[in-house]
């Protein structure tokens, strides 16, 4: 179920998000920039689902191994 909220904002914000978001396509920027810090996570399920994905993991072990000469 879906709610309708007004809210104000200045008018460089307004003219930015038609710009650069798109007429349309703004309420669900929005919710999806609100929804982390509004709804609570479950981070262990999160990180689980995560390390399942053997691409992305495949990825962060290839990035940890190459910043390991920066240190």
Sequence with gaps: MQKKLTITLDSRVYEGLH???????IS????DLVRPHV?????????????QDEEREAEALE?????LGDL
């Design 19 to 25: 710009r650069v978001i798109g007429r349309g396509h």
């Design 28 to 31: 669900q920027f929005v919710e």
């Design 39 to 51: 709804l609570g996570k479950d981070m262990e399920a999160a990180y689980r689902a995560m390390s």
């Design 63 to 67: 990035w940890a191994e190459a910043t």
